[in-house]
């Protein structure tokens, strides 16, 4: 069988679809470079793009580039590609996190159904959520997802959410004590339509009047800024993103993971957001994990209500080299 034709706008469209997954801060840190020829698109590290004090690792850079891959095996099977990723390809060049092959295919959306409109939707809500739960078919199909990837998906009960929230308040709480890291969050802080990158002000979204949901807090103390307050949800509902093992090659099956299910959860038309803060601290991180086997790499909080504002994205052309 033979694959359609890779043309500049087959390719631009291609990356464009990897550039709308979700990474630390609205980081965006990563370069495409796409070889028609060889009808292969690699996936480098940018450099310049990251959190040093709270991702000094470049974990959640990995889990970024990850969600990135997964959303170009989606766009290439929808469009007649057969995907062929390969995570870490060249020892000797680091930077170079993985490369998707395009091979002969047929548009296929059996492999990922709805996901590939998902894309488009998906982005993060920081808004209270009704409390509504989301129910058990829709929570087994992302965590059989998150299976497909490589990775686990941990649903806590209540006692365990509670502990989950109270390690996500307790980052929070040293977030705010740490002036470095708050200047550093506060840098990712930009005015409306100033560029792609970065947190705009307006998408910063409220703060929880009942004090309840840890929600990252980009500029310090929430006392210190009037930022207007709601209640949210009683009752959260918590996912947690867990691998085997903790080497780079698992941060990006977790990366694909996460987005596999968050493509998932935006297709039955659940909102989530990101309580990353716990993962900065390493005592947190392992303390998410309640003494069960693995790692932890990403928490998710589910639920049902509105969108949300944007955040923007940086053009394919701009991010892509030849």
Same mark, same amino acid.
């Given at each position: 069988? &033979?694959?359609?034709?890779? !043309? ?16 630390? *801060?609205? &980081? ?6 796409? #070889? ?18 709270? #991702? ?23 469009? !007649?590609?057969?995907?062929?990723? +390969? ?18 295919? &047929? ?15 998906? *982005? ?30 941990? =649903? ?8 989950? $929230? ?9 977030? *705010? ?39 990252? #807090? ?21 996912? $947690?993103?867990?691998?085997? *093992? ?12 996460? +987005?596999?299910? =968050? ?15 716990? $993962? ?43």
């Amino acid at each position: 069988m &033979s694959a359609p034709e890779v !043309g500049a706008h087959a390719l631009e469209a291609l990356v464009a679809a990897a550039a709308a997954a979700p990474s630390m *801060h609205n &980081s965006q840190p990563w370069r495409f470079r796409t #070889d028609p020829a060889s009808r292969t698109i690699g996936i480098r590290a940018a450099t310049g793009r990251v959190a040093p004090l709270a #991702d000094p690792r470049r974990r959640a850079q990995h889990l970024a580039v990850g969600a990135a891959v997964f959303n170009l095996r989606v766009a290439a099977a929808e469009t !007649g590609w057969e995907p062929v990723p +390969e995570l870490l390809p060249d020892p000797g060049d680091p930077g170079l996190l993985a490369t998707v092959a395009l091979g002969p295919g &047929s548009a296929d959306r059996s492999r990922h159904p709805r996901l590939y409109d998902a894309i488009a939707q998906r *982005h993060t809500s920081r808004l209270p959520f009704t409390g509504r739960p989301v129910p058990e078919a829709i929570v087994a199909e992302m965590a059989s997802g998150a299976r497909a990837e490589g990775a686990r998906l941990y =649903l806590p009960d209540i006692v365990g959410t509670r502990r989950l $929230l109270a390690l996500t308040a307790e980052a929070e709480r040293r977030n *705010h004590l740490d002036e470095a890291r708050t200047r550093e969050s506060r840098a990712w802080i930009v005015p409306p339509d100033t560029g792609p990158y970065g947190i705009p002000v307006t998408a910063l979204g409220l703060r929880d009047a009942r004090e309840r949901m840890p929600l990252r #807090d980009f500029t310090g103390s929430s006392r210190t800024r009037p930022v207007p307050a709601l209640p949210f949800e009683r009752h959260a509902q918590l996912a $947690l993103v867990c691998t085997g *093992h903790d080497r780079p090659v698992d941060w990006l099956l977790a990366g694909q993971a996460l +987005e596999r299910v =968050l493509l998932l959860a935006t297709a039955h038309g659940v909102r989530t957001s990101a309580l990353h803060q716990a $993962l900065e601290w390493p005592d947190l991180r392992t303390a998410l994990r309640g003494g069960r086997p693995g790692h932890a790499q990403f928490l998710i909080r589910l639920g049902y209500g509105p969108q949300g504002p944007r955040t923007p994205r940086a053009a394919a052309a701009a991010i892509t080299s030849q």
